[in-house]
């Protein structure tokens, strides 16, 4: 059974830094891609970063400069470094993987057919 669980989010304030992780287990790590997914209230998921098995990261325009999306082989985590934070990122984050896909652009702005999903972590951001 996969599972993927996040952690690492919480309240910061403008300009602030988070690392989201996302710990796997069940799944095949060395295959397929990996991204991170937001949600805020009242929007649609939007997908904001993604990296293949050979390490190459795919961001949307609205994080390219500020997050930063690694992904370590051995422990089976993945994780999402966001600086500067503003407002505007406050979601639920949610990581995603799936061994079909074959482009991490797709992955990103076609998640329908992503087989596995996190529950979510939530990053508030504000003053």
């Known amino acids: 059974q996969v599972q993927l669980v996040e952690s690492g989010g919480g309240s910061v304030e403008p300009g602030g830094s988070l690392t989201l992780s996302c710990t796997s287990s069940?799944?095949?790590?060395?295959?397929?891609?990996m991204g991170w997914f937001r949600q805020a209230p009242g929007k649609e998921r939007e997908g904001v970063a993604a990296?293949?098995?050979?390490?190459?990261?795919t961001y949307a325009d609205s994080v390219k400069g500020r997050f930063t999306i690694t992904r370590d082989n051995a422990k089976k985590i993945l994780y999402l470094q966001i600086k500067s934070l503003k407002p505007e990122d406050t979601a639920t984050y949610y990581c995603?993987?799936?061994?079909?896909?074959?482009?991490?652009?797709?992955?990103?702005?076609?998640?329908?057919?992503?087989?596995?999903w996190g529950q979510g972590t939530q990053v508030t951001v504000s003053s």
């Open positions: 069940g799944y095949t790590f060395s295959i397929g891609y």
């Open positions: 995603a993987a799936d061994p079909h896909y074959g482009d991490s652009w797709y992955f990103l702005t076609q998640p329908g057919k992503i087989g596995f």
């Open positions: 990296i293949g098995t050979d390490g190459n990261p």
